[in-house]
């Protein structure tokens, strides 16, 4: 199974998982904190490989797990690379 996972800064400079996005069949279920599920389900995020600025949803699979990597990346919060377990 692939999956992400995204990491929030706490305050101890430690990181902390809020969140992990599984793929399962053709579509990707977000689990963990349940603002961040809401908006990714609802908002969606934006395909980077796009030039029209296009926006991926957990029903497009592996290409929204690829690209988690590229919306949340800062300081504060951020998405590893596509894990298989």
Do not use: W
């Amino acid at each position: 199974m692939k999956f992400v996972e995204i990491y929030r800064l706490q305050s101890d400079g430690t990181q902390k998982v809020i969140a992990e996005c599984k793929q399962i069949d053709s579509t990707v279920e977000v689990i963990g904190d349940p603002m961040l599920a809401m908006q990714l389900n609802h908002d969606g995020i934006i395909d980077y490989t796009s030039k029209e600025n296009k926006k991926l949803f957990p029903a497009d699979g592996e290409k929204f797990l690829d690209q988690l990597k590229h919306y949340f990346k800062s300081g504060y919060i951020n998405a590893s690379d596509i894990k298989e377990k």
